[in-house]
């Protein structure tokens, strides 16, 4: 989405806050702001809409703040943290509810972890348009679903059923 940002014309630069929910658009001198701020909009989609005054003002004081706004490079490598933190989060909830040993929880994480960042990714490289990655998931827990075959079949079978109860809503 970014990328696309960058190519409006009259636009600079665009980046996103870490929230994903608000874009920052730096432009080029004698761009008109208006052509360039519409375009923007197009590429967004739907329900994108211009800030009030004062929350557009402190959005960029937030980014001279250095806060952090993240382009396109950027946003992809934050997409991969975000996927290491839920896999993270998600294996260690699985692990104890289907009561995997240590060895057994440090390579269920792993193989999650592995999937859901390459579901991010594929994500991201897609454009990162919203709905993108619950595309994704789907193909993400097939993948994880044909490698749980190095479990004990019948932890296996509850880890696929963890696994689509958490996933599949």
Known sequence: MLARLDAVEG?????????????????????DASRA???????????????????????????????PWMRAGESARLSRREAEVLSGRLAARIAKEVA????EADRFGALLREELSAAFDRAHEAGGEVGRLGGEMPKALERVEGR????????????RKALRE???R
Request: proline share 6%; net charge negative.
């Open 100 to 103: 995997l040993d240590e060895p």
């Open 11 to 31: 636009v600079e630069a665009s980046r996103v806050d870490w929230t994903g929910k608000r874009v920052l658009l730096d432009l080029e001198p004698g761009a």
């Open 37 to 67: 701020i519409a375009e923007a909009k197009e590429v967004l989609g739907g329900r994108a809409r211009r800030l009030a005054a004062a929350a557009e003002a402190e959005g960029v004081e937030s980014f001279r703040r250095r806060e």
């Open 166 to 168: 958490a996933l599949v």
């Open 148 to 159: 749980l075959a190095a479990f004990p079949p019948e932890k296996a079978e509850k880890l």
